[in-house]
DNA sequence: CGTCGCTCCTGGATGC
DNA sequence: TGCATCCAGGAGCGAC
């Protein structure tokens, strides 16, 4: 479950190299509303013998390259599942799409909880899609720079936690890393993010980079239901610090760790690490 | 524009 | 034991 940037950077690397270069021949759509702004029968016909020339991944957010200049955009929100199935795989409860390929092969989206969408756009649209055109930087790329970070700070009267899970202002972050990297920095997530100390902010700035690079390198966090495109489960669980942990022992201090909603969202923290 | 709260869903956990 | 309620949380949306 919760797939963040390491678990759909993993999703990413292990759908690509089976799906590179084949060809669509079309999609059955069990439940409409996860197939975005687009009829069913439309879908399908759009896709059909549209070849995948590449598949990139933008926060949370993966984008498929197709042939005829089209784009498939999926969010795979909180439960969302691609998996790379064999027609003779027994269809799994929840599948809400089965894509087919031109060799009899096939990619099936499965949410329990329905929260995922599929958006199929011309690529030069892709910029105006809700989410996407506002999309904040990628955390793990040049643009993400220790300066950026603590000048953007500066000006954020909001609670850091709440910051960090901002898709507009740093793309790909959730709830499991921005607790995670919160503990690994020692900074307590109901801070006002711009009183944080130049120091403070190194420190986050370099535990932000460490905990997702860390998630990908595990193939991601599974807790509930994650799974890669080929069904794997990642390890990153047993890398986990805080987040879970409330109740038991700190693992650097030992005092009890600490869960507490901030923003709405469930915070694991521990209190003596993490001083307000 | 920044910030906040509500909403969408299912099913496992918890409460009485 | 059974039924009701809570909770998980990403992100679009409306309110202020």
Redesign the pocket.
């Given at each position: 479950m919760?797939p963040?940037l390491p678990e759909v950077e993993t999703v990413k690397r292990s759908l690509e190299g089976k799906l590179k270069g084949k060809t669509f021949a079309g999609a059955e759509v069990y439940l409409d509303?996860i197939v975005k702004d687009i009829d069913p029968v439309d879908f399908d016909q759009k896709l059909k013998g549209k070849k995948i020339t590449g598949i990139e991944r933008r926060?949370?957010?993966l984008i498929f390259y197709l042939t005829g200049g089209l784009a498939m955009v999926v969010?795979l929100?909180?439960t969302g599942q691609l998996l790379y199935c064999s027609p003779e795989q027994e269809k799994a409860?929840?599948t809400h799409v089965i894509f087919h390929f031109s060799d009899s092969d096939q990619l099936r989206f499965v949410d329990?909880?329905?929260?995922g969408r599929i958006h199929l756009v011309p690529v030069k649209e892709l910029d105006n899609l809700?989410?996407l055109k506002?999309l904040g930087v990628e955390p793990l790329g040049k643009t993400f720079t220790r300066e950026f970070f603590k000048k953007e700070l500066r000006n954020?009267?909001?609670?850091i936690k709440?910051?960090l899970?901002d898709?507009t202002f740093v793309a790909g972050i959730?709830?499991?890393y921005a607790d995670e990297a919160l503990f690994r920095a020692m900074i307590n997530p109901e801070r006002v993010a711009a009183t944080l100390s130049p120091r403070e902010t190194a420190r986050l700035y370099m535990a932000i980079k460490e905990v997702l690079q860390e998630g990908i390198e595990n193939k991601g966090t599974s807790i509930k239901d994650y799974l890669d495109g080929e069904g794997n489960q990642g390890t990153n669980q047993n890398n986990l610090r805080v987040y879970g942990r409330h109740g038991e022992p700190c693992v650097k201090c030992g005092k009890t760790v600490e869960?507490k909603?901030i923003?709405?969202?469930?915070s694991h923290f521990c209190p003596k690490c993490q001083k307000l």
């Open positions: 919760m963040e509303k926060g949370k957010y969010h929100r909180m409860k929840h329990q909880r329905q929260f809700p989410g506002s954020r009267r909001t609670k709440p910051l899970l898709q959730g709830n499991i869960k909603s923003g709405g969202r469930s």
